[in-house]
Antibody
Framework: QVQLLQSGAEVKKPGASVKVSCKVS????????MQWVRQAPGKGLEWMGT????????IYAQKFQGRVTMTEDASTDTAYLELSSLRSEDTAVFFC???????????WGQGSLVAVSS | DIQMTQSPSSLSASVGDRVTITCQAS??????LSWYQQKPGEAPKLLLY???SLGTGVPSRFSGSGSGTDFTFTISSLQPEDFATYYC?????????FGQGTKVEIK
């Protein structure tokens, strides 16, 4: 059974960076396609990006270009999302989500709350 | 980016009702559409992918149809545990984009 366990809540000041981790168990990370999704309080889901394993490239939503970095550590089956230059509107729950079949994002982490406040 | 327009944004229904939600893409996405259910404080749950394929363990009262730009999501007989927010998402093109969500509330 695939499980995704994310790191805990964080409070950051504007301008800081945050790194969220997503530990995969029950399946090799290298056989999953990992997505990252953001949800601001009371708002809808927002896709941030993915690592396209077939082409070996990371694809980010234009909105986050230049501020976001998605990485993986295959030795520990852990994916990471780093978001820099945080502002108050980045306050959100960040989800990692994985799929084996394209589009069938079956597996989700529990979410990591990042609060940005001075 | 492909825009996904869901309607309605919210609806009220009773247990046993048939519920239909539509999702329209701003361009042809073939069948590359999925539907998710999200309850407050929880992660989304995959219900359908490829427009009409049920996710693992998803009850058959959930169904989907459509291709191209127009898609429909149906709950044939609403159950108490189905009160939630539903999102469509296209994955034909990057970035993957979500609809704005439809909140299904108890009448």
């Amino acid at each position: 059974q695939v499980q995704l366990l994310q790191s805990g809540a964080e409070v950051k000041k504007p301008g800081a960076s945050v790194k969220v981790s997503c530990k995969v168990s029950g399946f090799p990370l290298t056989e999953l396609s990992m997505q990252w999704v953001r949800q601001a309080p009371g708002k809808g889901l927002e896709w941030m990006g993915t690592f396209n394993r077939e082409h070996g490239e990371t694809i980010y939503a234009q909105k986050f270009q230049g501020r976001v970095t998605m990485t993986e550590d295959a030795s520990t089956d852990t994916a990471y999302l780093e978001l820099s230059s945080l502002r108050s509107e980045d306050t959100a729950v960040f989800f990692c989500a994985a799929e084996v079949v394209v589009g069938a994002t079956d597996f989700w982490g529990q979410g990591s709350l990042v609060a940005v406040s001075s | 980016d492909i825009q996904m327009t869901q309607s309605p944004s919210s609806l009220s229904a009773s247990v046993g009702d048939r519920v239909t939600i539509t999702c329209q893409a701003s361009q042809d996405i073939s069948i590359f559409l999925s539907w998710y259910q999200q309850k407050p404080g929880e992660a989304p749950k995959l219900l359908l992918y490829d427009a009409s394929s049920l996710g693992t363990g998803v009850p058959s009262r959930f169904s989907g149809s459509g291709s191209g730009t127009d898609f429909t999501f149906t709950i044939s007989s609403l159950q108490p545990e189905d009160f939630a927010t539903y999102y469509c998402q296209q994955y034909d093109n990057m970035p993957r984009t979500f609809g704005q969500g439809t909140k299904v509330e108890i009448k």
